[in-house]
Nanobody, 129 residues
């Protein structure tokens, strides 16, 4: 089992930056990938970015490409999401997720992350115009 705890959310004006962190506890050695998802009020949860266990393979939603960067520090069991040039439409509850299976990683952008088994509690990001 894996437990995930996010931090770093908050309120920021449009154009600003935030860095989210996610710390993993438990049996982390077999994690195949970790990802960030977000859900805005009245909208379905969507994938934001994913990083595979090698730390080099990443992918992003089109809406955040060029503005967000996902990274991880395996020694510290931490996942990060650096968010720059934030827009009001980035306002959402952000959650990190992880899974042991490569199949979940491959479908990270589909079905709102329902293939992922391990989830954090989420951290709120609010961007004002």
């Amino acid at each position: 089992q894996v437990q995930l705890v996010e931090s770093g959310g908050g309120s920021v004006q449009a154009g600003g930056s935030l860095r989210l962190s996610c710390t993993a506890y438990g049996y982390t050695y077999s994690i195949a990938c970790t990802a960030w998802f977000r859900q805005a009020p009245g909208k379905e949860r969507e994938g934001v970015a994913v990083v595979y266990s090698d730390g080099r393979s990443t992918d992003y939603a089109d809406s955040v490409k060029g503005r967000f960067t996902i990274s991880q520090d395996n020694a510290k069991n931490k996942l990060y999401l650096q968010m720059n040039s934030l827009k009001p439409e980035d306002t959402a509850m952000y959650s990190c997720a992880a899974d042991y299976l490569a199949s979940a990683c491959g479908s990270w952008s589909l079905r709102g992350g329902t293939d992922f088994n391990f989830w954090g509690q989420g951290t709120q990001v609010t961007v004002s115009s």
